[in-house]
């Protein structure tokens, strides 16, 4: 018998979740920062950060797989049908043993907001424009009384958007495509979260938000 959501609901209740996205400021991040933490790990940002222990979440098969090979012994979540516009979904179904497939919402993309596209059914999962809106639900689900997100950046630090290594997008561009949607719907999906009694902050990986002499833009 596979996985289930269930085995995991509540897993963290009372508990902070870290959600480690892709951004350029986890570059900055001193080694072993995430170790021993509850960490949620947005497509291959678990890998390109050498995190030991992670869940990763992810919209895409080909990736959920990628990630599950490379790391048999640790939870992959991704949705039941694979929630990216039809010129994105891959030719690799997500079907290693650690891999959850979970039921969710159709995507929205732009047209996201939590009004309409927050399921009351705890059991059917959030889908935004970028797996890092399901690894806030997932968050959600397995009960975190706050969520520190970690390179969510949704924009570019010194021209950068991508921590070292990470791999291109589909399209073959190297950064973020669309920082605007993605930061407006975080934005929103942290409401509905706080509305709910969880905290959610982000990590500023310098010593203030003059940000040690280093750019940012959206």
């Not at 790990?41 to 950060?49: E, F, R």
């Amino acid at each position: 018998m596979g996985l289930t959501p269930q085995q995991f609901r509540g897993q963290w209740a009372g508990q902070t979740v870290w959600v480690l996205g892709s951004g350029a400021t986890v570059n900055y991040l001193p080694p072993g920062f995430l170790d021993g933490r509850n960490v949620v790990a947005v497509n291959y940002s678990g890998l390109k950060a050498g995190v030991r222990q992670f869940v990763t979440v992810s919209n895409h098969h080909d990736d959920a797989q990628a990630v599950a090979e490379a790391r048999p012994n640790l939870l992959v979540v991704t949705t039941e049908v694979e929630q990216v516009p039809e010129q994105d979904r891959s030719g690799v179904p997500a079907t290693a043993p650690n891999i959850l497939r979970v039921p969710s919402i159709e995507q929205p993309y732009a047209g996201f907001s939590t009004e309409h596209h927050w399921p009351t059914d705890p059991e059917l999962f959030t889908v935004g424009p970028t797996s890092a809106h399901l690894a806030l639900r997932w968050a959600w689900y397995v009960g975190a009384a706050h969520i520190v997100l970690v390179g969510i950046d949704c924009g570019y630090l010194d021209g950068t958007s991508r921590v070292d290594g990470y791999p291109a997008n589909p399209d073959g561009s190297p950064g973020v495509t669309l920082p605007g949607l993605w930061e407006s719907t975080l934005r929103d999906i942290a409401g509905r979260l706080r509305a709910d009694g969880v905290g959610v902050v982000s990590l500023n990986p310098f010593v203030s938000l003059a940000l040690e002499g280093h750019v940012f833009s959206a």
